[in-house]
């Protein structure tokens, strides 16, 4: 606030006197206002504590009859009220010694119980929203109100008579008399307030910051204005002038008065309207000023000082870096650029050195941030026309601020806080010269890596920050990477597929997120919360850039048939370099991974229904079988080494992959290349789903045995369902066989049907328990349903039976195989009916076919006998009813469908073969 206030005065009086022509007289005025007003409220805010203090204390308490003496507790020094207005410390409260000396506070029993009154008596602080208006208020309000009008007043005066005698030329000074006359002035009020600096230390303190002022206004007139001194004299007068005023404050304990000493000097050049564009004497005398508050920083921890010179200085460079800076002019800037930056470094290592021991490595952040931000972006106005200028000032300021972390980190350990700061910058800007030396892909590679080389030191020193500082890092590659892809307008640079800058970048991206995502996931680290779940994301980061990136150089290079083998083979050799990576360093997170290939085969398999006529197309031959070996061998090597609860998956899908890949493949051959007759094709269609749940079911060797419930129940799920199907579709063929001739039950889709209901009652029997899954091995979690250990040869053993119940008594059990038995038989008559009798093949044909019709009666009634006699024999409920239904459907078709064509032969043969079969059961 007193900076504020200070800073608002000074520039509203420059502001006036530009106005009128008299920046130097009203900028003075408008400095020492606000310094007036800033003390006076310091002044009015400690009085106020004071008075709350008293009036906390009561008036008439009894004194203690038998105090008790305590130890007296180690107390802090406090500060002098002074040293309020220059600094950020609180108000300090009175002295203990002050308090007993002034006549008008209680004695000292009263004092003692007031002492000992609850800690919520706080003293009223001034509100929030306290503005100038108001400390000027309170300003004329309190304390002598003749003396200080007075004394604005007088300056007034001043001011307005040298101004009239010297347009009225009643008054003719030399340039030489007029600048002795100003620096006696400056003088006289100097040693005025050094003299009354004991018995009025406000006032005293306020007189030697405005002679400071004056002097430093005084030299620089004389060498800037009147061309008096030369360089050299005058720069040394300006530091003598600095170094008193810092030695002042120093010997008096009084910040404000460094504060206001220096502010003078920093407006000194901005408040003449006499500058000739000489930048050097500018900064010259700028970084005087810096030297001198860079050796009061030496003695003193005064961060207001600080910022006003830092503000002050980077303020006036960077507005004439702006406004006037040709390249022409960088051989005598460039210096003082580095001079400014190296100064309030220096000032920020001490500001951390003078901290209390409480507080000892605290930093200002303000400093350690600004410093370095706003001289690189100086830096790069002043060298933007020299090629790789801009990255080489950031490649070395990067290394300054590493040597100066291993510098301050080796010898101090108050300082560790501040080196770890300097490292971070060090490594932010090494990251920066990157983008200013390479292209867009090449930066983002170095990013990457130098990404996940942070994640890594991050983690093996315990630093959360540069672990986060590296993901950063990450990201900013990415978005460099595709910026650099849109301002191109392509995603490829070069002609050659895999070996051009984006897929570099973008597999550098994939492999820095896998890096990172393995030191986050190591075990004995501490980890933030936004850690936690860090890994997966990373590792999900790099996967999707690693094949992100290989999925779009294939599109681009190999759009046509190729893509879906170079998509296998780039899956494949993926695979191995995985294999590599978890040989090399073991982690599960990886083995996951390593589980899920396989879907990158069925996204290939998809992506090749539109492109190719069959998988074995275009190098599939060979691909997919590699395909298929790599993730074979990739699960057996996780289930030697370490199995994961991942491996069911990875079964499941490689399994589908390859129940698809040989599906398609045999349709290809079967319609397409072969040109089979209608009945061959049909019979075809079901042979790969036959052959492969029979594998299934009985193979022998691993995977098969190993993991029986993954191939022959889940996956055998899958078939049996697409054989179930598939006979349902396989009725509405006439199952013929050309060039043969037709027999019964002896044709390809009769014996098809006939192996598939077969195979679905063997498929049901390990379905309901005739063979049920073994005990799942300790090293696997049973939640995870894995079948497979590495040294266990079968993971289903044939049980028999379960105890008290048989299988011919399970209902489920005969659904499928015995509905599909039935309508094998039906299908077997129906194409008989249709090949020796001549009957159409369809539904309507049939059904109004009475020989047909006959027929079919006559079967049903026979197959509904068969259950029944089968039934009494075995005992078995699901029989008899199977038997039941059948016999009471053919009943009800002899009297719905039969009955319909009266006067046939076939209708009393129908009646006749049915009610005879009932007697007989």
């Known amino acids: 606030m007193g900076l504020a206030i200070t800073l608002v005065a000074s520039v509203v009086g420059l502001a006036i006197g530009l106005a009128r022509s008299e920046p130097l007289l009203w900028t003075l005025l408008g400095l020492l206002l606000g310094r007036v007003l800033l003390l006076e409220r310091s002044l009015h ?98 304390g002598n109100l003749f003396l200080r009008i007075g004394i604005l007043v007088l300056f007034f005066a001043v001011a307005f008579l040298i101004k009239y005698a010297v347009e009225r030329e009643l008054i003719v000074f030399t340039p030489q008399l007029r600048l002795l006359s100003i620096g006696a002035g400056g003088t006289l009020l100097l040693a005025l307030g050094w003299y009354l600096r004991a018995k009025r230390r406000d006032y005293g303190l306020l007189l030697q910051g405005a002679g400071i002022g004056i002097l430093y206004l005084d030299v620089y007139g004389a060498f800037q204005l009147y061309h008096l001194l030369p360089d050299w004299l ?142 690189f972006s100086c830096q790069v106005a002043l060298v933007r026309h020299i090629e790789y200028a801009i990255a080489v000032s950031a490649a070395l300021l990067g290394l300054f601020y590493l040597l100066l972390a291993w510098l301050i980190g080796s010898r101090s350990e108050a300082l560790a806080l501040l080196a770890r700061a300097f490292n971070v910058l060090g490594l932010i800007f090494l990251s920066l010269a990157v983008p200013y030396a390479l292209s867009e892909t090449q930066t983002a590679a170095v990013w990457a890596l130098q990404g996940a080389g942070m994640v890594w030191i991050g983690s093996l020193q315990q630093r959360p920050g540069v ?18 892809a849109l301002q191109s307008g392509s995603v490829s640079i070069g002609t050659t597929a895999f070996l051009n800058p984006f897929y570099t970048a973008a597999a550098m991206l994939g492999i820095a997120g896998g890096i990172s995502s393995y030191w986050l996931d190591r075990p004995g680290f501490t980890r933030q919360a936004w850690q936690q779940n860090a890994s997966i994301w990373l590792l999900l980061w790099g996967l999707g850039w690693w094949f992100g990136a290989g999925l779009l150089q294939l599109w681009q290079f190999y759009p046509d048939t190729a893509f879906p083998a170079g998509l296998l083979l780039y899956g494949v050799f993926s695979g191995l370099l995985l294999e590599a ?161 037709w027999l019964p039950l002896l044709n390809p889709s009769d014996l098809m049907l006939a192996l598939a209901v077969l195979t679905l009652y063997q498929w049901s029997r390990i379905l309901y328990g005739q063979q049920r899954i073994g005990r799942l091995p300790e090293t696997i979690p049973p939640d995870d349903l894995a079948g497979g250990h590495p040294h266990q040869s079968d993971g289903m053993s044939v049980r028999g039976n379960r105890p008290g119940s048989r299988l011919h008594e399970q209902p489920l059990f005969w659904i499928m195989p015995g509905g599909l038995a039935f309508l094998w038989l039906n299908l077997v008559l129906l194409r008989t009916m249709h090949h020796w009798w001549g009957v159409v093949y369809s539904p309507e044909a049939l059904l109004a076919s009475v020989p047909t019709q006959m027929a079919v009666s006559v079967l049903w009634g026979l197959t509904g006998v068969a259950l029944l006699l089968l039934a009494r024999r075995t005992g078995s409920r699901p029989f008899w009813f199977s038997g039941a239904t059948i016999l009471a459907a053919v009943v009800a078709k002899l009297f719905l469908v039969d009955l319909a064509a009266s006067g046939t032969l076939e209708r009393i043969i129908s009646f006749f073969a049915v009610g005879l079969l009932l007697m007989g059961v």
């Open 581 to 741: 990576c978890v040989t090399l360093r073991p982690w599960t997170r990886l083995r996951r991974v390593q589980t899920a290939l396989p879907a990158l085969g069925l996204l290939a398999l998809l992506l090749s229904f539109d492109i190719l006529a069959h998988p074995a197309q275009a190098a599939g031959v060979f691909a997919w079988p590699l395909m298929l070996s790599i993730c074979w061998l990739l699960l057996y090597r996780i289930e030697v080494q370490a199995p994961a609860p991942s491996l069911l998956w990875g079964h499941l899908l490689t399994g589908l992959l390859l129940i698809l890949v040989l599906q398609w493949q045999l349709l290809w051959l079967v319609i397409d290349y072969w040109q089979l007759q209608q009945g061959w094709r049909v019979a075809g269609v079901v042979l790969a789903p036959l052959a492969l749940l029979q594998l299934a079911m009985h193979g022998r060797g691993w995977p098969l045995a190993g993991w029986r419930f993954a191939y022959a129940l889940l996956l055998g799920a899958v078939l049996a369902a697409f054989i179930l199907a598939w006979s349902l579709w396989s009725a509405s063929s006439p199952g013929g066989m050309q060039p043969f001739r």
């Open 234 to 375: 005058a720069f040394l007068a300006l530091l003598l002038i600095g170094l008193l005023a810092a030695a002042l404050a120093i010997l008096q304990d009084a910040p404000a008065l460094a504060w206001f000493g220096f502010a003078g000097g920093f407006l000194a050049p901005l408040a003449t309207a006499g500058d000739s564009g000489r930048h050097t004497v500018l900064f010259g005398f700028y970084a005087m000023l810096d030297g001198a508050i860079l050796a009061v920083a030496w003695f003193k921890r005064w961060r207001a000082l600080n910022l006003l010179g830092f503000g002050f200085t980077f303020a006036v460079v960077g507005a004439w870096v702006i406004l006037r800076y040709t390249p022409a002019l960088l051989p005598s800037t460039e210096p003082f650029l580095i001079l400014f930056f190296l100064f309030f470094v220096a000032i920020t290592i001490l500001y951390s050195l003078h901290q209390p021991p409480r507080l000892k490595g605290w930093i200002d952040a303000t400093l350690l941030f600004a410093t370095p931000a706003l001289s």
């Open 467 to 484: 672990r986060a500082l590296g993901v950063l890092l990450q990201i900013g590659a990415a978005m460099a990477l595709l910026f650099g």
């Open 45 to 142: 805010q400690l009085r106020q504590t004071l008075d709350a203090l008293r009036s906390a204390q009561p008036r008439d308490a009894p004194l203690p009859q038998a105090p008790q003496r305590s130890p007296p507790a180690a107390a802090e020094p406090i500060p002098k009220p002074a040293a309020r207005s220059g600094s950020s410390i609180p108000p300090a409260l009175p002295s203990a010694a002050a308090l007993s000396a002034s006549p008008s506070l209680p004695p000292p029993a009263t004092r003692q119980q007031s002492a000992r009154a609850p800690a919520s008596t706080v003293p009223p602080q001034p509100a929030a929203g306290s503005t100038v208006v108001d400390t000027i208020i309170d300003w004329l309000q309190s």
